[in-house]
Every structure is written in structure tokens, then in C-alpha cells.
């Protein structure tokens, strides 16, 4: 059987909903496990609390954003295009 592996670095994981719960630590154990991670947050507190692990340089990207809302939406579109993201994965935690 042929096993492929994901190599953590050369892609992004996206994962919504990481101010708590399990997007937060999602996103932590990706960050120890050596991923890059993408983390959206509702709220600018919620950035600034994921970044505060200390995570790896280049490793984590956070982006204030509220995916039930067109604005952001495109903002982030922008932003992802700007920063030449490749994203191998998303973890959509949120209800909308």
C-alpha cells in the first residue's frame, strides 16, 4: 500500500473560528505538529490571544474576519491573494 504524507510546510491549513474552543486548539496543535495555519477570528482579541503561544516565524497568520459578512469575506480574499496562500486544508468551525 502506498502511503503519501502531508509535508507540513509547504501548504496552509484555514481554519474559522479559532477565538476558543476547538478552532483555537486546532489551530495550536497544528502550529506544534509544524503547519502553517491560517486562523480567523471574530474578534481582535481573538488574534491576539493565539499569537501570544509564541508560534514558529512564518508559521501562523491571523486575519480578524466575520465569514457571515460579504465585506470580510472579500477582505480576506484579498488579503489570502496578496500573500500568495496556498491552502492544502479548511477547517470551517463556525455556524452561520
Known amino acids: 500500500m502506498c502511503e503519501k504524507r502531508i509535508i507540513p510546510y509547504r501548504r496552509w491549513i484555514l481554519i474559522t473560528g479559532c477565538d476558543s474552543g476547538f478552532?483555537?486548539?486546532?489551530?495550536?496543535?497544528l502550529l506544534e505538529r509544524g503547519f502553517r495555519v491560517i486562523a480567523l477570528c471574530l474578534t481582535e482579541r481573538g488574534c491576539q490571544d493565539l499569537s501570544q503561544g509564541k508560534p514558529p516565524h512564518g508559521q501562523l497568520q491571523t486575519i480578524q474576519c466575520d465569514i457571515s459578512r460579504e465585506e470580510d469575506l472579500n477582505r480576506l480574499q484579498v488579503?489570502?491573494?496578496?500573500?500568495?496562500?496556498?491552502?492544502?486544508?479548511?477547517?470551517?468551525?463556525?455556524?452561520l
Open 79 to 95: 488579503e489570502l491573494f496578496h500573500i500568495e496562500v496556498k491552502v492544502l486544508l479548511e477547517v470551517n468551525n463556525c455556524l
Open 23 to 29: 478552532g483555537y486548539l486546532a489551530a495550536q496543535q
